[in-house]
Structures are given as C-alpha cells and as structure tokens.
C-alpha cells in the first residue's frame, strides 16, 4: 500500500512562550495532554481530536546514573528510559500517532513485522482504536513475554520462518492495501517517535547533552530521534544539537559497516541474542545516516558480551531494560575506549525496552556469570 503523503510544517513559536505552554500541559488532566506526544501537537500531523488513540504514553523518567557514568568512563550519564511506556517499549510514541493516523482515514486494519515490540503496541492501540491488529512475527525469535502481550492485546500473529526482514518481506509482498503497514516505514510512526527527543530536552530543562546513545535495529528510532533535536533547533529551543551515537550488534551490524566504509548498506543475516536490534536490512538506514551525520554522531557496533555486561550493570542499579536497551551504554563505554568520548562529557543514554520484556535473557545473563558485583562499579 502506498504510505499517505503528509508534510509537517514547523510553526513559528516564540521558543520561550511554548515552553511554558508545555509546562502547563504537563499540571493539565486534558486527556490528549496525558501523553508525552500529542502535548506536542503543534509539531505533530494535524488529525480530527476524535481519532486520537492515546494511551498516555510518553511520559518517561529520566535516571541519573552516577553508576553509569562511571561504567563508561564519563563525568555524567543519564538514561532516557522509553521503556517506561505503556507497551513496555519506545514504540508507543510513534504508534499512537500512526494508528490515529490510520483510524483518521478509515482503515479497517493496521499491520506490522515485528521481533515483538512494535506488534505488541501495535495491538495495544489497534484494539483502543478498535482496528484489527496483524502481527507476522519470525517464528521462534520473539520473547514469550512479547507474544503473550500481543495475544493478550489481541491482535492476530502469524509466524514466519526466517529474521525479522523474511517477516518484513512477507508482509509487504502480501499487502494489497487492505490493511495500513505501521512499521516504522509509515511515516506518522516517525513523527510521534520524534518526541523522545523533546521530552528528553524538556526533562534536562533544555540543556543539550553532548552526546545521545541510542541502539538502533530497522534504525526508525535513530532517524526519529535525530530529526526531533534538528526541528527543536530550527524552531530555538535548543542551540546547538548534540552527537547521535547509534550502536548495532556486532552480528546485526550492516549500518556500522556502511557508515565506517562510507558505502551504501549490504544487508546480512542478523544474528545476536539482543533480538530487539536483531535486523539484517534496515529500512531507515538512509535517513538515520542523514541525522548521524547532520549532528557530527558516529556509529559504532558492540559485541553481544558487551551488550551483556551492560544490561547487567543497568539491573545492578535498580533500572533495568532489555538486552537491546544495554547496547547504548555499551555504546558509551566503546567510544570512551576509543577515546572519541572525551571523559568530560555529559551523555543521555535511550534504553529502548522494559527488563520485563525478555526475562529468559536475563536468566541466561546471569547463570553465565557470577553475580554482578553493584558495589565494584
Ligand atoms: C525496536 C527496538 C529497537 C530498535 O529500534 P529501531 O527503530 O528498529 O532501530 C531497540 N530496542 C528495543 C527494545 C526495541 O523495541
């Protein structure tokens, strides 16, 4: 199906006035400003109120973590914890506005490949917005607490053999436009994702971090995020943007090869156990390119030991996210070993998942090593 054409055009905001707009949505109980997204709904597609589906999303800590910091060697680290959002994932920032979006022109369903996460929102607001909700799913690769949560959200699932991309392909050579594909090539999901980055500013009082981690699988949510920091300088919020690090797995790595040989991606067979960022063919890679390189980022891949370790470390501080999450401070500390990470700098960490979304790696974590010592950091 052809993806709806829409284009957002920035208004002019006096920087300072929509600030304090923002901080009085946030004490308001109008229910579209209960979600960290349509609280931006000046910056978003314009959509009629009544097709709005909102779950109250949006509306994630920020953790300061000395612990962190001292993980990856620097003065000062944060973690911007999307995986505090009602689905368990960064997902619902861009799925609410993308099943809005689909309701407001009348789909009868929504769609979706998925390593689990993005089905698992999917169904959430699908079943809110009363859509039929379609899930194809590798077979064998999603964790047992994603698939119950698409079940449970109630949306259809259907495996396929293969990776994440052999589903991504099943699902676009089937679709005769029946149904609205929300992956994060519907560009809506794009949209609300970008509000990670503004609430991320909101939340530091609108001090740009220098640098912001952030583990990146099919890479929507690198793109979203970096064109979020772009829109919130082009409108004076913010300065000066910060650096975009996108970490992969060493074994689902295509866009950190692509990037260091400055050469169009190859795609691979993805293997790693972080199965969030399990892509071997990312579909936004040109555009995460596009606001690595406008924000003078890097991108870099770590191995799965290292995403281990640092999953481990974030559970020692009480935190805790899924193995993909960890990536971005493993991240960290690789580009601190590399010495680009200057031992000065102030870093904003995105955990993508909740820990509770793949229990089994956590208890494959830890019966492979002792137990992680919280008081050595
Ligand atoms: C989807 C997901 C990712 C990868 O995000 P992309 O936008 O595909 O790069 C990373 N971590 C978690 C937990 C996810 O659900």
Known sequence: MKLPEYH????????EGFKRVLRERRASYEPRFLSGVWRFEELLPRLPSEAIVTLAEGNVPLYE?????????????????LGMNPSGSFKDLGMTVAVSAAKA?????????????TASSMAA???RAGLNAYALVPRGRVSTSKLAQIYDYGAEVVEVDGSFDDAFARLDG???????????????????????????????GWRVPDWVFVPGGNLGNSAAIGKGFREALELGFID???RLAVVQAAGAAPFARAWSARADLVPVVPQTSASAIAVGSPKSWRKALYEVDASGGVVIAVDDDAIDDAKAAIGAEGIGCEPASAAALAGARALRDESVLRPDADVVAVLTGHTLKDPDAILRIHASRPRYEARAL
């Open 174 to 204: 089937t679709n005769d436009g029946a149904v609205t594909i929300v992956n994060s090539v519907n560009p809506y999901r794009l949209e609300g994702q970008k509000c990670a980055a503004f609430a991320l500013l909101e939340a530091r």
């Open 65 to 81: 973590s000395p612990r962190g910091a001292r993980y990856a060697g620097c003065d000062a680290l944060a973690y911007l914890h």
């Open 240 to 242: 000066r943007l910060p």
């Open 105 to 117: 022109a009348g789909a009868r369903g929504v769609a979706c490949a998925s390593t689990g996460n």
């Open 8 to 15: 957002v055009r920035l208004p002019r905001l006096d920087p």
């Open 125 to 127: 607001y699908a079943s």
